[in-house]
């Protein structure tokens, strides 16, 4: 068909005129100018990618949250090492606790937001910051998370609903019923809670073409679809201009937009830790986006809608706060895109599966015995994850 459309066009060539061949070419180069923007569909497949951790673990086990001095903000690089009665050194942090479990003969240490919940009941509270991100691509499409910072205040991640393990936040669910076995007998009023976050001002940034472009779901969705790269450069410049303290917990908010990585998508999260030079200081923060309904899939439209992807990624913090829990491998078949894993994130196992409370999607969470080979798990009626998803520890791989 090509050929015999080539072939008529050398026949009528001679007869043309001069501004119709002009109208032609300003067609062509309309046509082509639009066949630039249109893109190929994303599989919609939420991709693996961990920021590397900066933070080893024997720093936190030798170490102890130090005691906040002061409230508001102050740069991490103000705190001055101290030494406790304990021998261990202080880090100014958010409060956190360690431990350390044992599988086939090999001792595993690890550390999570709070206190030990086998120690007795306590309340942790954590400061919190939710930054808006307004990005603008080169096109000039924009994408505003300001548009979802309220809904985010009044979603479970911050306000009380009713739980299995108890009245209180979502996060602070997961771990009550994480550990239920020492919270339902002599830790009854265990808690970590999120306070209320003080809304900061937006994060506005001009996407550079070869950093972000629209991207066009098989649903038909057209979300952005930026490297993650950039995104965490951005975020990290952000707390150092504000000084943000490392006792809060920085919650960075895009919407409708994909993380990419080396051209794969798609990444709705995740979340980090930065120590300062001298290792007296750790920032964590998370970043998340609020999605439509559908956004990805027809078969599971809820996957990264609305607080999906923040869910994950805050019950990952409570869990791995320093990024640096390291558990025996494991896999599983419903989560290829992670492969054979040594990482504590309690959502990568579960993707896509989850629940809702009060209008908004949380997702499903696997617990610390599913990741320790525990049996019976420790968790609430014996469960593997907060749904009972699994009904067995992870697998070797």
Known sequence: MSRNLFRSRRRTFARLSIPFLLACMMLIATVSAASAKTNDAVDGQPMDWHPASQVSQS?????????????GTQPAATAKAATTSSGKHQIATIPFWTSSFSYQGQDY??????????????????PTILIPMKLT???????????????????????????????????DAIQRAEFWNSVSTKSPLYHVWLAPPVRYPTLSLNVPADQ????????????????????????????????????????????????TDQGGCCIGGYHNAIPNADNTAIQ??????????????????????????????????????????????WSVPSE?????????????????????????????????????RQQPSIGIDGKYTYLGTFTTPAGDC
């Open 59 to 71: 720093l936190i086990q030798n170490s102890e949250p130090a005691p906040s001095t002061t409230s």
């Open 109 to 126: 240490p690890y550390s999570m937001v709070g206190k030990d919940p086998t120690k007795g009941s306590s309340l942790s509270v954590v």
């Open 137 to 171: 691509l080169s096109d000039g499409t924009v994408y505003d998370g300001s548009t979802k910072a309220d809904a985010v205040i009044k979603s479970p991640i911050f306000q009380f609903a009713k739980y299995e393990s108890g009245y209180t936040q979502y996060g």
């Open 212 to 259: 972000g472009k629209e991207l066009t779901t098989r649903t038909g969705k057209v979300v952005a679809g930026v490297d993650i790269n950039y995104i965490d450069v951005q975020l990290v410049a952000y707390m150092q201009k504000y000084h943000i303290s490392t006792r809060v917990l920085p919650i960075f908010l895009s919407y409708n937009t994909m993380g």
């Open 284 to 329: 964590t923060y998370a970043y998340a986006e609020y999605g439509d309904t559908g956004l990805l899939r027809s078969t599971n439209p809820n996957l990264f809608a609305n607080t999906d992807a923040l869910s994950h990624e805050i019950s990952e913090w409570y869990n791995d706060p320093f990024t640096n829990n390291i558990v025996p491998n």
């Open 336 to 372: 290829p895109q992670y492969g054979c894993s040594n990482i504590l994130e309690v959502g990568d196992p579960l993707v896509g599966v989850g629940f809702d409370v009060n209008g908004y999607h949380l997702q499903d969470e696997v617990f610390f015995s599913f990741f320790a």
